[in-house]
């Protein structure tokens, strides 16, 4: 149950169009957050927001991995899931922007973004808050008879929310296709989880009998192979799993979050390293299934179409004031 | 308590004289088990919901009809079973979440009020939380504190969330269906007291409408809204009222929210009285919402403040002699009726 990286060879031997997918899905999703930065810094997006740069691996080793009618549920560290699985640009965007076109008509914003089509059941902002939720979706797909399957993604800090044992212990008990992933980043807000979590991190699953593992969250090769079994054999009647992807968050807790005092230049450097994205552009080079035009051309791509979705967003409509009152009873 | 048969009016197109009488608990199991035929993306999870067909064994039967499947004994985790219900609501199903003692709501808190209430708004309209959260309310069990609230205001102050409060067998019935078929989460409070109680339930199919208050008894001089519970403290009220010349008009509003403000009002208006009763706590309580409704609404009309009665504001007691001090009584409703109409 400590790390390990042993993965299924024959699970990763995807071809290289596929592994640009997952690139591209990797440079949108950063892409997507530093411009929300830069929509925050200058005073364009409303509220504020917590980016998921550095983690991008997790998110798009696992979505990739999943069917558009499997579910997720996500946090309030949310833009990387929703667009692993399958979110536009141009309405992320305008839910950010507090817009009509937005994903939620701007009743959500950034820590609520929902669409059913991609089978997104929401972000949340509440720490934890899902993992009822995702367990419940898990019940449904039982109780349906399909083959879906339900990821919940949460981080380290939501290992201190009963309700994940609570939910963990059910989906064990009556064998739900739930796969639990804990983005542990290290930190909850500003306290290190080394001052949260006691004990073992897997050990917690499994001492329910979960399947569970640690794996290096920022390696997309290793999340996706992993990914594929868990989700394989809970699409199976397996039962659910328990991941914990180590990673690191490389901006502050949210775009405000500057100094960030509570941790060292020194240990960001270390993580900075090991960049996801440059860890698989460095694989697809090395392993000659890319050239580095290619990835450049994606790059440009990416960054083409996230200019046009902002432009978009910023131009769309507020939505009117008799919005305010809709949508509170179906 | 008043019996149903001989305490309350039932709209006449559907109650006959001579209808079958069943129970108040026997109402809520049939109306499970037929939205349970009828739909089969309804499920009852719980704890001892299944064999035990629920620690006041409404819902006998169930498992024998439906199977484990769909009849689910839960661990004990409230707040697991409330999210698996928004879970699974989300997606298709139309769950009802068993909570067996309305004390233990406050541990479902975040999956109702952050969760179900909200999912359809912050979605923009396009996810759906159809599930019925059960639970119960009253005290007069000498359970003490921590088994004896009426915590309805608790939820009836959060948009997004429906509140059901029967008070005889056959709104239970209609109400249930009703929650149960909504598109809404909805939380149906039973007083545990009520469960053995008898009335008039037509064999025929039907479901009662979310947000319509029903007149329990008219009359003329002052309006008593009473819910759940305090429905029969009322009708006793009610009856000892009249032998002393005073003719009160009793209204149920069967749901907090959404509020049937027009009938409310409507009867004050009529009476120039009212008087609003209800078992949770005094403080903040849906007393306070009623009769501000009805102030707002009768204010020309009235001749007298409206005034309210709930809970005294202590944790309920153990001791029956300090128990029954902290519960509204007829009495006590009669003499505060005498001094508004005096
Ligand atoms: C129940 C709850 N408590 C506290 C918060 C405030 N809060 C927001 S994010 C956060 C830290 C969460 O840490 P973690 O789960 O590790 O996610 P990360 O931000 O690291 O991605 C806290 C405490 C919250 N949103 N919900
Ligand atoms: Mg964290």
Redesign the interface.
Known sequence: MSETNDTNPSLTDLDAEHWLQAYEQMVKIRTFEETANELYTSARMPGITHLYIGEEAIAVGICEALRQDD?I?STHRGHGHCLAKGAALDKMFAELLGKEA???????GSM?I???ETGN??A???VG?????????????K??GTDQV?VCFFGDGALGQ??LY??M??AQ??KLPVIYVCENNQYGEYTHNSKAAAGSMVGRAAGFGVHAQAIDGQDIRTVHATARLVIDRARKGGGPAFLVCNTYRFRGHHVGDIDRPYRTREEEAEWAKRDPLTLLEDWLLKSKQAEENVLERIRQEVKTAVDDAVAFAEEASFPSESEVD????? | MSTLENGIRCSPAIHAPGERQITFGQAIREAIAEEMARDESVFVIGEDVAAAGSVFKVLVGLLDEFGPERVIDSPISEAGIAGIGVGAAITGMRPIVDIMFGDFTTLVMDQLVNQAAKTHYMSGGKLTVPMVLRTTLGASRRSAAQHSQSLHALFSHIPGLKVALPATPYDAKGLMKSAIRDENPVVIFEDKMLYQEQGPVPEEEYTLPLGQADVKRTGDDITIVATSSMVYVALEAVDKLASIGISAELIDPRTTTPLDADTLVRSARKTSRALVLDEGYRQYGVTGEIASVIADGAFYYLDAPVKRIGAMNVPVPFSPAMEDLTIPNADYVVETVKSLCG
């Open positions: 579910y549920t937005g994903y939620c008509r701007g009743k959500g609520h929902a669409d059913q059941l929401g949340n902002g509440i808050g899902s993992a009822g939720i995702a367990t419940g979706a898990g019940m449904s797909i109780l349906r339900s009963g309700l609570e939910s212990n059910m008990l009556w809709n949508h509170v009873y179906a």
